[in-house]
């Protein structure tokens, strides 16, 4: 999954983003989204809940900075799913799993809770390699 992503557009009026993934050790990714300007820069490593792989994403930083420590929104998980060239990336679900659990023992519970629910994962984003 390395290297230059573009999105997938819905309808031919929406603009193209992209995403650079870069490795940075051997469990953890840069991933620069979108390029552009006000990119954001975030820390990611893979996770897995009940045999379901994920990737945890952390805020790291913009164009403007890190971000403040008590700013909302650092942290996400997000699933993927590579299939024909294609990439799709899914957010979890912060109405399920609450986005501000205090443990991090906490959040396999939460998501193992809602494992079946087919609205676990929200606003999929479709991406194709730019080469």
Not at 43 to 57: D, E, M, N, T
Not at 78 to 95: F, G, M, R, V
């Amino acid at each position: 999954m390395l290297g230059l992503w573009e999105t997938l557009p819905e309808n031919s009026d929406e603009e193209k983003e992209r995403m650079m993934i870069l490795k940075f050790s051997s469990t953890e990714y840069i991933i620069h989204y979108p390029v552009r300007k006000n990119a954001m820069y975030f820390r990611a490593y893979p996770i897995k809940f009940g045999g379901v792989s994920c990737v945890q994403l952390q805020a790291i930083g913009s164009n403007e900075g890190p971000p403040d420590q008590g700013e909302k929104g650092l942290y996400h998980v997000a699933s993927y799913q590579l299939s024909d060239a294609k990439l799709e990336i899914k957010l979890l679900n912060e109405k399920l799993v609450d986005d501000e659990l205090k443990k991090s023992a906490d959040l396999p519970r939460a998501f193992l809770k809602h494992k079946e629910n087919k609205n676990l994962f929200v606003n999929p984003v479709k991406f194709r390699r730019i080469k």
